[in-house]
Each structure stands twice: as structure tokens, then as C-alpha cells.
């Protein structure tokens, strides 16, 4: 694992009409490790996310993978650079078994299944290792929040990604659920896996994250270890407010 | 395991059983039903099922409702017609003709077109068949509105041209049966789950690495390209076709046994179109002197009740019932699904070794 960043974002900025959505945002992603991006309601985090996912382009600004621009690469074009995402709002097959949800994943990317036997090989050993093993005949649509969102990343995993984009993961777990899930990232992480990830959970993020970057309005307000941040005094005035005194002393 | 192994034989042998007992019946039915009528009906399920399907390919795996399915089968059969009669082509090369010229038509127009998503991409099939329509009633090269006939003669299969409905029947059923055999290859192979994934969601699709608009395209042609052979079919059984042939209610007879049947399978044209086409026939042959317009009426309320207690089609209901459980269990004698896999597995071991 080398020092040098594995996605270079410079001077994203994102307009629908008259509206700024995301405002001269750069910042790195350090290869092998797991990189957070948190902020409020609103921030711009998931268009900031869409624009490095390909799925709309940056208004101005550029995005580097591995030193090669990717900016105009096509949201279908990604999996074939080894780069793999899950949506905040579960996508399964509603109507297809788990394990053929992880199968028809399993058949794209890079790493692609030639036939159905390897598709079905590849997918078993992703759905041992997310642990939905046990659950691969269910129908998708019956099972719970939790083991969709875990579905989420099976279907990911199985495209065999060097570079990990998580959309709210953990919205909507118990702390319970929400441990299981870090543990699980933590495992993919370690595997090898570069992990890029919107949470609202404050556990998981200061948990998992070695480095954080906080949007705001759109723009990039702190970024910097999870300590580093959570003393930030803008970053705890937008989570918390202003404490009274401060405000009088102003 | 040696045991279950045997019970995965059994059930296939059962399995194979059943399905070979349905093909003989259909491949007796001539030889003891005489009535040309009755044959006609078989025919006409056939085609009718064919054409069903390969709405199904894009209606239900895809989720790309098309109401123009009419008009690529009438291009289809245009194009065979007008070669054969024009230049006195082979009729067999003229329905290759006719499948290739209308899977580039279809990819070409539709092209474009793929920006466009649920009932939009409805709307543009809707007029770009009645398009089709309007232009060959007004061009004479297409024979305007009084359509072209194919030539009679003596009975030939290089020519194919019977007198007598047999052999229409027999290859009605072999049409048939090959296009479901394509389209459950289809269906278990890379492209039905690139087709499935975009049914839910095309970003989703996007973000496992498929190209949507290609994988639409694909759809469109290879549906397009099926239904140009039943164009070819009915021009060759009915041997007279003319615009009539692309009215927009053709368009949605053909996706009336997907949606009866259960447009999410395979199988749901075959049995929706087994189920309905024979009902039309039975009820238009009895009522229809009677009371006329009688026939539709019935005909609509036994589509309305379908949809409304059987919402996900027939074979919707059917894989969810006690039925299938029944037969499953105790007619074919089907091993649970972790006996099933386990066996699945092991036959991969052992080809590895």
C-alpha cells in the first residue's frame, strides 16, 4: 500500500440551475485506508458522492483515479476500474433470492463470471464472508433493513472492487446491527479493500474512519483525523450550535 | 450423499417425465383432432405465444412496455413478402431477411429513444408502429392499403406452402418451443440478469458495471428479431397480409398472454396465451352469432378478473401455491433446495478433480 492517493478530487463544484450544491470541494483518498465524509442534512454529501461515482457530472473541477482522470467516466464504466458502491435506498432484485442477487453481480466487472458455475462459486464465497450464507434462498424483498443493506455490499463485493463507496450503510440499525456493520467493513478494509463512506452515525465514523471530511452548505469546512475534527470549533458550532456565551462575547 | 444424489435423479427423471408427456400430447393432437378448425386454433395459440414472448422479453424482463410489437411483426412479414414476391426469394432465406432487416430497424429507431423511460418509451412504441402503419398504407412498393399476397401452388416445404393446416401446426410448435428454449438460455445467462437488474433499477444496474442503453438495445433487437419470424410465420399460414396486420389492438393482443399468464416468467406467455387465445375462439365461435360483440365482453371481464385476483398472473399465483407444493412434493418428488444446491456443488467438485 503506497502513500499516494487513490482518488484526487480538485475543485469539484456541482450547479443544478441556479442552485450550488457543492461548492470548490477537493480533498484525497489515501489508498488502503477508510476515508469518512460527514455534515448535516443538506451538505452535499451524497452529490459530491454521485459526482465521484460518475452517476452526474461536476459542473468545473476534476477527478483523478490512480493519477488518470475520471471525471467524464460513465457510472457503468467503474466497475471495470475496480471501483464498486451501495445506494442509501436498498436496490435489490425484489423478486430473486439472495444468492441470485450476488450472482448477477457476480456475472459484471472486471472479474466476470464466464458462465453460471462461476458466477455461483463467486457469489457463495461473498455471501460466506458478508455473512448471508445462511439466508442465500430467501427472497430479498422479505428480509429486514439489516441484511439488505449487507446485501447492498455483498452485490458490490462480488465485482471484486479495490475501492469501496459506502451511501449511508448503517442509516436505520440499532447499535447492535450498527456493530455488526463495522465489523463487517472493518473486515473488508483489511481484506484490502479501500473504503470511501457517508455516515450519520457519529460511533461508526470516529470507530472506523482514519481520516474525515466535513461538508457544510456544499464546501468543505474541516478535515483531519475524527479527534482533530470533533475539536474543530465550526464543526461542533454546525452539529451543536452556539454555546450562549460565545455568542454574547461575539 | 449417494442418497440424495439418487433423489436428485429421481426428481429429474420425474421432471423429464412430465414435460415429455406434454410434448407428446401436442405432437399427437394432429394425428387424432381432424377439424381444421381446432388446428387453427393451435396455430394461431402458437404464433400468438411466440409473438407474447417476445413482448415478454422486454415487457416482463426488461420492464420496457411496448404496445408496438404489432408493427415489428408486420414489417417483418413486409419485408418476407416483398422479397418473395419481388425477386422470388426462398420463403426460408426471406424469413432470415425479414428478421435482420427488422432487428436494425428496431435497434436504429430505438436507439434514440432509450433516454426516455416508462411510459414515454410506451408512447414512442405506440407511434412508431402506427408510423409504420400510416406509411405503408400511403406507399405503393408496400402494395398500400390492399396488402400483398403470397403466391399458391402445389404443397412444398422448400416453398413452405401446404394446403392443408398439419404442417403449419408442426411448425408453429417447433417455432414455439425454440423461442422459449432462447429465451430461457436468455434468461439464466449474463444478459437476463443485466435485463432483470434494470427492470429494478437502472442506476443499481449501472453500478454493478451494466451499460443500460446497450442492454436495452439488445433486448429491443433480439425481441424485435422474434417477433419478425411470427410476421414471417403468419404471412407464410394466412399467405394475404395488409396494414390491417399493425393496428395498435394487435399490439395489445400480444401482450395479453404475458400479463395473463405472468409476465414475470418465461413459461407466462405459454400458458396465459394456452389459456386466453382458445377462450377468444370458443367464445367468439359460440356467442358472437347470437349476441354480436357478446364474445368481447365475456372475453373482458375474464381479463378483468385475472387482474384483479391474480394481479401477478396465473403463474404468478401458481409458483406461490399449495399446487405447486402438492406436485413439487409428491408427483415429482423435488429434494429441498439445500439437497438440491449440496448435489449442485458436488457435481462441480467433481469436475474440478
Known amino acids: 500500500m503506497s502513500d499516494s492517493p487513490i482518488i484526487e478530487v480538485q475543485h469539484i463544484t456541482k450547479r443544478f440551475k441556479g442552485l450550488t450544491a457543492v461548492k470548490d470541494v477537493s480533498f484525497s483518498i489515501k489508498e488502503g485506508a477508510i476515508t469518512g465524509m460527514i455534515g448535516p442534512n443538506g451538505a452535499g454529501k451524497s452529490t459530491t458522492f454521485n459526482m465521484i461515482c460518475g452517476y452526474y457530472p461536476p459542473t468545473e473541477g476534476q477527478i483523478f483515479f490512480r493519477g488518470q482522470d475520471i471525471t467524464s467516466k460513465k457510472a457503468h464504466e467503474y466497475t471495470n476500474m475496480k471501483i464498486a458502491r451501495t445506494f442509501q435506498i436498498m436496490k435489490p432484485l425484489k423478486n430473486l433470492s439472495v444468492l441470485e442477487n450476488v450472482m448477477a453481480s457476480a456475472y459484471f466487472g472486471h472479474a466476470a463470471a464466464k458462465n453460471e458455475r462461476e458466477a455461483k462459486e463467486k457469489a457463495m464465497e461473498v455471501l460466506q464472508f458478508t455473512g448471508l450464507y445462511e439466508k442465500r434462498h430467501v427472497i430479498s424483498k422479505d428480509m429486514g433493513t439489516p441484511d439488505q443493506k449487507r446485501l447492498e455490499m455483498a452485490r458490490a463485493l462480488v465485482t471484486s472492487p479495490e475501492l469501496l463507496f459506502l451511501d449511508e450503510n448503517m442509516a436505520g440499525l440499532n447499535p447492535a446491527e450498527t456493530e455488526a456493520a463495522i465489523q463487517l467493513i472493518r473486515k473488508i478494509n483489511e481484506s484490502g479493500v479501500t473504503i470511501f463512506l457517508i455516515e450519520h452515525i457519529m460511533q461508526a465514523v470516529v470507530s472506523l474512519c482514519e481520516e474525515v471530511i466535513v461538508l457544510h452548505h456544499g464546501e468543505k469546512i474541516a478535515e483531519g483525523t475524527p479527534e482533530q475534527v470533533m475539536n474543530d470549533p465550526y464543526v461542533m458550532e454546525v452539529y451543536l450550535g452556539t454555546k450562549k456565551e460565545d455568542a454574547a462575547h461575539a | ?353
Open chain 2, 1 to 353: 450423499m449417494a442418497e440424495k444424489k439418487r433423489a436428485v435423479r429421481i426428481y429429474h427423471r420425474n421432471l423429464a417425465m412430465v414435460l415429455g408427456l406434454i410434448l407428446l400430447v401436442f405432437i399427437l393432437i394432429p394425428v387424432f383432432v381432424k377439424s381444421p378448425y381446432v388446428l387453427n386454433v393451435f396455430v394461431l395459440v402458437f404464433y400468438m405465444s411466440t409473438l407474447s414472448m417476445a413482448w415478454n422479453l422486454l415487457g416482463g424482463m426488461t420492464g420496457q412496455n411496448s404496445l408496438g410489437h404489432a408493427a415489428y411483426m408486420g414489417l417483418g412479414a413486409y419485408a418476407c413478402c416483398l422479397l418473395i414476391t419481388k425477386t422470388g426469394a426462398n420463403p426460408w432465406l426471406a424469413a432470415i431477411f425479414g428478421m435482420v432487416v427488422v432487428g436494425l430497424v428496431a435497434g436504429i429507431i430505438f436507439y434514440p429513444c432509450f433516454i426516455l423511460k416508462g411510459p414515454y418509451f410506451t408512447l414512442v412504441s405506440i407511434a412508431f408502429g402506427e408510423a409504420l402503419r400510416q406509411f405503408i398504407i400511403n406507399s405503393s412498393f408496400f402494395g398500400r392499403a390492399s396488402g400483398i399476397g403470397l403466391p399458391f401452388g402445389k404443397d412444398s416445404w422448400l416453398d413452405f406452402r401446404f394446403g392443408s393446416k398439419v404442417p403449419y401446426y408442426y411448425v408453429g410448435l417447433i417455432m414455439v418451443l425454440g423461442v422459449y428454449l432462447l429465451m430461457k438460455k436468455i434468461e439464466r445467462s449474463r444478459m437476463g440478469y443485466a435485463l432483470r437488474t434494470i427492470r429494478e433499477d437502472e442506476d443499481a444496474a449501472a453500478a454493478i458495471g451494466i451499460n443500460p442503453t446497450r442492454y436495452k438495445i439488445m433486448a429491443v433487437v433480439v425481441s424485435a428479431m422474434v417477433a419478425a419470424l411470427v410476421g414471417f410465420f403468419y404471412a407464410s399460414y394466412i399467405r394475404y397480409i395488409d396494414p390491417e396486420l399493425m393496428v395498435q389492438a394487435k399490439s395489445t393482443e400480444s401482450v395479453l398472454p404475458a400479463v395473463v399468464g405472468g409476465a414475470a416468467y418465461v413459461e407466462g406467455p405459454l400458458v396465459g396465451g394456452l389459456i386466453m387465445i382458445p377462450l377468444s375462439e370458443f367464445l367468439r365461435a359460440k356467442y358472437s352469432a347470437i349476441l354480436p360483440g357478446i364474445n368481447m365482453l365475456m372475453y373482458a371481464v375474464a381479463l378483468l378478473a385475472v387482474i384483479r385476483f391474480r394481479p401477478a398472473g396465473i403463474l404468478g399465483w401458481y409458483m406461490h401455491s399449495n399446487v405447486k407444493t402438492f406436485i413439487d412434493t409428491k408427483l415429482l418428488r423435488k429434494p429441498s433446495v439445500d439437497v438440491l444446491e449440496e448435489v449442485e456443488l458436488a457435481q462441480y467438485h467433481k469436475e474440478e478433480v
